[in-house]
């Protein structure tokens, strides 16, 4: 219940700070909407824009991406000991704990994401091998990959953003393999392979390079993460930093690369035991993306209407243009739909006539 909790106060909190700045905006556009003289108005025809939702909608971007990640997991034991039979994957007990006729009462494996108790675990003097922390450091590590799925809704306020977010992971957790004493502990791979991690989180950004199409936006995730049901704990918070490199193709749609590098971690404590395992699980990602918002302008309503920039046919109402994809750029003087002539695209240009 708790955490159930938490999960609503965070996303009750981020929303609401979502329509704040939405509405901070309004009183803005309200004090925009500057008068001219009427006569004047009627001459030109002024446009009147478009002040109502869609001018806020318009603010608002839902982007899309996917692409690849790596995770490096690692976790340490402190005063912990650990047998190796040979064939077998490593097993884990306190230094401390009852070892009677060369049976350790109760010793540990899989302690990556579900423990599980050994009890009664016979030695083998002749051919286990045995090692404490007192004597070794006990490290495993693993580099795991994963595919992303991130969606985001997010609001763009002079050269800041503030959104929302959610995605998946679909996660291969790999072999471990240990750091120290490599000669006489195997690797193993834990009763988990594959897993969908899922994540919440706030979206905060700001742009801090502007070159013609191209821009780039520092941008950071904070919120919870779930690794699933594989896992005893599973939940936490997570962070993640990156820069979104984007091309913008229109004012409603551009793509974006996205680098980032993401820290979090989770405990697994063994049961009976004063024995816990940190495990520090930093990952890497390289995402691929869109971003799309709702054009402010609704399509003009004549059928036969080829203009190629917002316009007006009377009446001060202003309309987009019908033939104008939403992937290209508009110049607001004279479009840019056919920025290259017919005759010199593609194969036409080897034709003698090209039409
Ligand atoms: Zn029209």
């Known amino acids: 219940m708790v955490r ?32 001219g003289p009427i006569i004047f108005d009627r001459f030109y025809n002024k446009p009147r824009g478009a002040y109502n939702i869609r001018h806020l909608l318009n603010r608002l971007s839902f982007g899309v991406s996917s692409g690849y990640g790596k995770t490096y997991y690692k976790h340490e034991f402190d005063n912990a000991a650990i047998i190796q039979k040979p064939g077998f994957q490593p097993i884990i ?6 070892i009677t006729n060369d049976t350790i009462t109760t010793a540990y494996v899989n302690w990556f994401n579900q423990v599980e ?6 030695i083998n003097t002749a051919t286990d091998y045995i090692t404490s922390t007192d004597s070794t450091r006990i490290v495993y590590k693993s580099t795991s990959r994963g595919i992303p799925i991130v969606l985001t809704l997010h609001y763009d306020f002079l050269k800041y953003r503030i959104g929302v977010g959610m995605s998946w992971e679909y996660h291969k957790v790999k072999e471990f393999n240990p750091k120290y004493n490599t000669a006489n502990l195997a690797s193993f791979q834990p009763e988990i392979q594959k897993e969908r991690f899922k994540r919440y989180f706030a979206y905060l950004g700001g742009r801090v390079w502007n070159y013609y199409d191209y821009s780039a936006v520092v941008d950071a995730q904070i919120g ?9 704990d599973p939940k936490g918070i997570y962070f993640n930093l990156g820069v979104s490199v984007e091309k913008e193709f229109s004012e409603y749609f551009s793509a974006f690369v996205r680098p980032s590098i993401e820290y979090k971690r989770f405990q697994t404590s063994l049961p009976e035991t004063a024995l816990s395992v940190n495990h520090n699980m930093p990952s890497i990602f390289l995402n691929v993306g869109v971003q799309m918002n709702l054009p402010e302008l609704r399509k003009c309503k004549i059928s036969n209407c080829e203009t190629q920039i917002n316009h007006t046919h009377g009446g001060g109402k202003e309309w987009r243009s019908r033939s104008h994809p939403f992937y290209k750029k508009q110049n607001p003087h004279y479009g840019e739909n056919y920025p290259r002539l017919y005759k010199y695209k593609w194969l036409k240009k080897n034709k003698l006539n090209p039409y």
Do not use: I, R, W
């Not at 007990?93 to 009852?98: D, E, G, H, V």
């Not at 919870?224 to 005893?232: A, E, I, W």
């Open 224 to 232: 919870l993460y779930n690794l699933g049901v594989q896992f005893v």
């Open 4 to 35: 159930k909790d938490h999960y609503l106060n965070f996303f009750t909190g981020t929303c609401l700070l979502l329509v704040l700045f939405m509405l901070s905006s309004v009183q803005v556009q309200a004090q925009e909407n500057e008068n």
């Open 117 to 122: 108790g050994v009890g009664s675990l016979p």
């Open 93 to 98: 007990f306190n230094p401390t704990s009852l």
